[in-house]
């Protein structure tokens, strides 16, 4: 997938009994972001960061969905947590870990494994891909996203 395709019409359960479909999103912005693992200190305080700039990304017409292979219990978790305020998507067989292809090999204590390499996609209103970060330091990043936001909608 490169800047401008068409990105698929994904679906992910987000609750016991819900799903989220990204054809039901046309029409707004939508930034999904990719995390290894639940309740670890990057990703939680890169849920944190889209937490607190939650309403200024609403206020642009846009959602934000976090995924990660956790199953739904530990998004659950996770969420209650903290306070997180927008949905997130388990992806246990990697359907959309694949499509946005952030599963690449990782080096963690001098092993080599597969994992989720922290990425952030902002697809457009009109369904096509806007810009990506791959290999996202967590820092200022939900910063950065929300000024690409502002630069895709002038």
């Given at each position: 997938m490169k800047i401008g395709?068409?990105?698929p019409d994904l679906r992910g359960a987000v609750g016991e009994d819900s799903e989220i479909h990204l054809r039901d999103l046309k029409g707004k912005f939508v930034i999904v972001y990719f995390y290894p693992k639940d309740s670890t200190p990057g990703c939680t305080l890169e849920a944190q960061n889209f937490r607190d700039r939650?309403?200024?990304f609403a206020k642009r017409g846009a959602v934000v969905l976090g995924v990660s292979r956790d199953s739904l219990a530990s998004h659950g978790k996770f969420k209650t947590k903290q306070a997180l305020n927008f949905e997130l998507v388990s992806d246990p067989d990697e359907t959309w870990c694949k499509a946005?292809?952030?599963?690449h090999e990782k080096v963690l204590y001098g092993k080599r494994h597969l994992g989720?390499?922290?990425?952030t996609f902002l697809i457009g209103?009109?369904?096509k891909l806007k810009?990506?970060?791959r290999g996202v330091k967590v820092k200022d990043h939900a910063r950065a996203v929300l000024e690409a936001l502002?630069?895709?909608r002038k």
């Amino acid at each position: 997938m490169k800047i401008g395709d068409k990105i698929p019409d994904l679906r992910g359960a987000v609750g016991e009994d819900s799903e989220i479909h990204l054809r039901d999103l046309k029409g707004k912005f939508v930034i999904v972001y990719f995390y290894p693992k639940d309740s670890t200190p990057g990703c939680t305080l890169e849920a944190q960061n889209f937490r607190d700039r939650q309403k200024d990304f609403a206020k642009r017409g846009a959602v934000v969905l976090g995924v990660s292979r956790d199953s739904l219990a530990s998004h659950g978790k996770f969420k209650t947590k903290q306070a997180l305020n927008f949905e997130l998507v388990s992806d246990p067989d990697e359907t959309w870990c694949k499509a946005f292809d952030v599963i690449h090999e990782k080096v963690l204590y001098g092993k080599r494994h597969l994992g989720v390499v922290r990425s952030t996609f902002l697809i457009g209103a009109d369904g096509k891909l806007k810009r990506e970060w791959r290999g996202v330091k967590v820092k200022d990043h939900a910063r950065a996203v929300l000024e690409a936001l502002d630069a895709e909608r002038k």
